[in-house]
DNA sequence: TGTATATAGTTTAATATCGAACTATATGGT
DNA sequence: ACCATATAGTTCGATATTAAACTATATACA
C-alpha cells in the first residue's frame, strides 16, 4: 500500500484543514457556552455522563489524548466549581476516582442546551449526507494517529 | 432543512473526533519538525511558499485563522531567526509586508523533507479512497464556521 | 478642511497545553 | 522479603493562543 504523492498532498491538505476546523469549532462552542464553562471542562464533564463516573483521571486523560498534567489542571477547575468529587481509591494508593455531583450533572445539561441552537445552526447550513459518510475516514484516522502515538497500547 | 436529533448526535461526535484528530496530528507533526521548528512557524513558511511572500501579516493571520496577535508573535520569532524580513508597507502607514529570506525558503524545504516519511507512514496505515472522499465535506464544514465567525466578510 | 470612523499592528493578562522532573505507591523477579 | 521497575498523579517552566486595550495611520463625509 504505497502511498504517491498526490495521496501525500491530499492528507497534508486534509489535516491542515482539520486543523482549522477544530479551532473554528472550538471558538464556535465557548462563544454559546455558559459563563464559566470551558471546552475541556464540557468534555470531561460529558465523558463522564455518558460513560459514566468513578473513572480515574489518567483514564480520562486518555480517552481525550490530552496528558495527565492537563487533566490535574481540568479536574481542578472542576472541582473548584463543585461539579465533580475526586477521592482517593481505597484498592490503590496511587489513584484518584472521580465522580459527578448533582451541579455537575446539570452544568453539563445546560451546557448541552446550550449548544443545540449552535449545532442546528450548522447543521442546516452543511449537507450532513456527506458529514455522515465522512465521519468513519475520521475516526479511522484518529485510531492511526493514536497508535502511531502510543504503539503499545 | 431541519436538523433531526441524530444529525445533531453525528455532527457533535464529527467535531469530536476532529477535534482529537487535530491534537494528535500536530503531535505527529511537531515531533518530527527539525529542532526548533514548531507547527505555527512552518505552516506560516509554507503559506508564504505556495502563495507568494509580499503579504501582510494581517491576512496571513486571517488566511489561517488566528488573531493578529498571534501571528505578531509567530512572525516575530521567524524574524528572530532569519527566515522572513518583515518591513514597512510603503502605500500604506500602517501595514507591513512579509517576504521569505533564502534561510527561510531552505528551513521550510528541510521540514519538507522531515514530513515525509511520517506522512508516508500515515498514509500507509489509512485507507486513502476514503480520505479523499471526504476533504470536501470538511472544506464545505470550514467553510460553513467561517462564515458563522466572521458573516461579513 | 476637519472630524469621526475604520483598519493594521502591538501589547497585556489570562488560559490550556506540553514535556520533564518529581513523589508516592504497586508489582514482579530473584 | 527486597530491590528494580512500572504506574498515578502533581508541579514546573515554556509556548501558543485568545480577547481587549492601545497606538498609529488611512478614509469618508460633512
Known amino acids: 500500500m504505497t502511498a504517491n504523492e498526490s495521496d501525500l498532498q491530499t ?6 484543514e482539520i486543523g482549522i476546523v477544530a479551532q473554528l469549532s ?37 480517552a481525550m489524548q490530552v496528558t495527565k498534567g492537563a487533566m490535574t489542571n481540568t479536574l481542578g477547575h472542576l472541582e473548584g466549581k463543585g461539579f465533580i468529587a475526586v477521592v482517593p481509591d481505597a484498592r490503590d494508593g496511587r489513584s484518584k476516582r472521580v465522580s459527578l455531583t448533582q451541579e455537575g450533572r446539570a452544568a453539563r445539561d445546560a451546557a448541552i442546551e446550550a449548544l ?8 442546516g447550513e452543511i449537507a450532513m449526507p456527506g458529514i455522515i459518510e465522512a465521519l468513519p475516514a475520521i475516526e479511522s484516522l484518529r485510531k492511526v494517529l493514536d497508535v502511531r502515538r502510543n504503539p503499545k497500547a
Do not use: C, W, Y
Request: no cysteine.
Open 11 to 16: 492528507l497534508f491538505r486534509f489535516l491542515n
Open 26 to 62: 472550538a471558538h464556535a462552542f465557548e462563544k454559546v457556552m455558559p459563563a464559566g464553562m470551558t471546552l475541556p471542562q464540557f468534555v470531561v464533564l460529558n465523558h463522564l455522563v455518558r460513560l459514566g463516573d468513578g473513572r480515574t483521571p489518567l483514564s480520562i486523560a486518555q
Open 116 to 123: 443545540g441552537p449552535e449545532l442546528r445552526g450548522i447543521a
